[in-house]
């Protein structure tokens, strides 16, 4: 074998060592463009790659990784160069941004209840006896004003005998300045007695109309709607502020969850 010279055995070593720099320098420093090619395109804010993706330069031509040519990149609002197509194929969907109204659908058990805001306590103002009960049942059904029952109190007749007793006294005093002043404060203070057991005007109106008091008090419902709980019977005696019967309007309900 013929023995090399030192100038050959110096520029084979120097070769290898370049080859090996190169292999190790950035991809940026291998492919630099040309002064032509970056003064062409410098400035224009264009980008180019080729279809692997392999780098992005600012000037077109073959790509210096895998010698495709290189196209310019064009923003679809997306920020990723795909074409329609290729969006479809991989199931991409895109859409703008904006407030909107969330739904989710929640499955759980629910318990229908009246309307709290919709049921009225009917209680006795007065001790006395219930002597008629016209709601009966539960599930009796009224309007507002409609008798519920009929209450016998003796106390409450002695109140309708001093309410007559003060009209008459009132009438009497006509022409007494002093007295009827007296007996209107009178009269006044017998029906507010009435009212505080439970009589509404119309009743009170009634006992001065006819000047008989009443033996029996109809105790009226609060409002228009069902008797869900009834709580008294015939003949029974009850005191005052005892719960007789519960009424609601069972036109809207409540759905707790």
């Known amino acids: 074998m013929k023995r090399l010279s030192r100038r050959t055995t110096v520029l084979l070593a120097a ?12 991809e940026q420093v291998l492919f630099v463009e040309s002064t032509a090619d ?19 330069r600012d000037s077109p031509g073959p790509c210096p990784v895998c010698g495709m040519e290189m196209t310019e990149i064009k923003d679809t609002g997306d920020g990723l160069p ?9 199931g991409l969907r895109t859409s703008e941004a904006e407030f909107r109204t969330l739904w989710r659908t929640l499955r759980t058990v629910g318990r229908v209840e009246t309307d709290e805001t919709r049921v009225r306590q009917v209680a006795a103002w007065i001790d006395g ?7 009966s049942y539960t599930g009796f059904v009224a309007k ?21 007793g003060a009209l008459r006294a009132r009438a009497e005093a006509e022409g007494n300045a002093k007295a009827v002043e007296l007996q209107d404060r009178n009269v006044a203070s017998t029906r507010r007695r009435l009212e505080l057991f439970g009589l ?11 000047g008989v008091p009443r033996v029996h008090i109809d105790v009226p419902s609060p409002i228009a709607g069902t008797v869900i709980d009834k709580r008294v019977v015939e003949g ?14 069972l036109g809207r309900l409540w759905i707790k969850l």
Do not use: N, W
């Not at 006896?129 to 709601?135: F, G, N, T």
């Not at 519920?148 to 005998?161: A, D, G, N, V």
């Open 236 to 249: 029974q005696y009850v005191k005052e502020g005892e719960v007789l019967a519960v009424v609601a309007d």
């Open 144 to 164: 507002k004003g409609d008798s519920l029952f009929e209450i016998y109190s003796p106390t409450l007749y002695e109140s309708q005998q001093s309410y007559l």
């Open 38 to 56: 970056a003064e062409h395109d410098h400035g224009s804010g264009k980008r180019y790659s080729c279809p692997m993706l392999c780098t992005i």
């Open 200 to 210: 509404s005007a119309a009743q009170i109106d009634e006992i001065a109309r006819t």
């Open 82 to 90: 795909l074409s329609e197509y290729e969006r479809r194929m991989i």
């Open 15 to 26: 070769a290898a060592v370049g080859f090996i720099v190169t292999a190790l320098l950035p």
């Open 129 to 135: 006896r219930i002597d008629k009960l016209y709601a």
